[in-house]
């Protein structure tokens, strides 16, 4: 049951950045306009989009699993900071919340590793 629960919650974690990076595809001009919004060079949504659909796969499927949940924590982190400092507005305050839980839950997964129903542990 544990190994279940595991990749049960690995998915449930990595959903939401492979949506993201999917929609960024669908999205590209106007993810770079609204990139280049906050100074940021739009070469960056390349690097971007391949974390984010990459490392939730790696994760999922529990291969270099403690390395793709690390970049994806990073990751969450510096867009917190950068896209989500606006705490006078509550959606961004909630954005950069919701950032440094996921983040936590991904060095959860950098500590402990993935369980039994993963390519990691083959």
């Keep these: 049951m544990i190994n279940i629960l595991d990749l049960f919650g690995r998915i449930l974690i990595s959903t939401l950045f492979l949506v993201n990076g999917l929609s960024k595809i669908n999205n590209y001009e106007n993810t770079i306009i609204w990139m ?3 100074n940021l060079p739009g070469f960056f949504l390349v690097p971007a989009i391949v974390l984010e659909i990459v490392a939730p796969i790696f994760v999922i499927i529990g291969y270099k699993t403690k390395v793709a949940a690390a970049s994806i924590s990073l990751f969450c982190l510096a867009t917190a900071i950068i ?11 909630t954005a950069f919340l919701k950032n440094i839980a996921l983040s936590g839950g991904f060095i959860f997964l950098v500590v402990n590793g993935p369980k039994g129903f993963s390519l990691d542990k083959k």
Aim: avoid cysteine; charge should be negative; glycine fraction near 0%.
């Design 83 to 93: 896209f989500h400092n606006d705490f006078s507005n509550q959606v961004q305050l």
């Design 36 to 38: 280049e919004s906050f």
